[in-house]
């Protein structure tokens, strides 16, 4: 996606096997966040969120695990619209996520953001700049969750794919 940040939480953290992160795109503010401890192969995305207006204030990811646990992963903060959920039906998954960056009071935020399921289905919001990252997922692959920094809303934002099939 072009780094255009300062990191986000993932360094100190290992990936677990079947998941892979790609750069991040957005500012170096708020603080670290990562999904690394979270996310495993073979999850299940139920839904995906947001809450923004002008900018992007939260992503919200509602996960199951192979072993049935739910989870709900939130970053962000609470400002801004909170849109309706995109709920995935079965044999859906999140394959791309775009990210526009912009200034916010001086600092670089993540103004836009755009999630697209392999079924064409999708949930944007926030305000769309020239300052563009996309990023694909590997074939087999699905957004699984998320690295980053935020405070009030996102700063930095990363995707976490992980195998839609488990990987031991």
Known sequence: M?????GGG???????????VVPEFG????EDFT????????????SINLRASERVDAVILTIVSPSGEESTLYHGGDGGE????????EGEYITVMEAHAGKHKGHTRVKYIKFTTNKGNFIEGGTRTDKIGTDTAKEGYQLGGFDGRSGDEV???SAIWTSIQPVA
């Open 2 to 6: 072009g780094g255009h940040g300062g």
């Open 10 to 20: 993932v360094e100190g953290t290992a990936l677990p096997p079947g998941t892979y």
């Open 35 to 46: 999904d690394a401890a979270l996310v495993k192969s073979g999850q299940k995305v139920l």
């Open 155 to 157: 700063d930095l934002i």
């Open 27 to 30: 500012g170096p503010h708020g």
């Open 82 to 89: 909170l849109k309706k959920p995109l709920a995935l039906a």
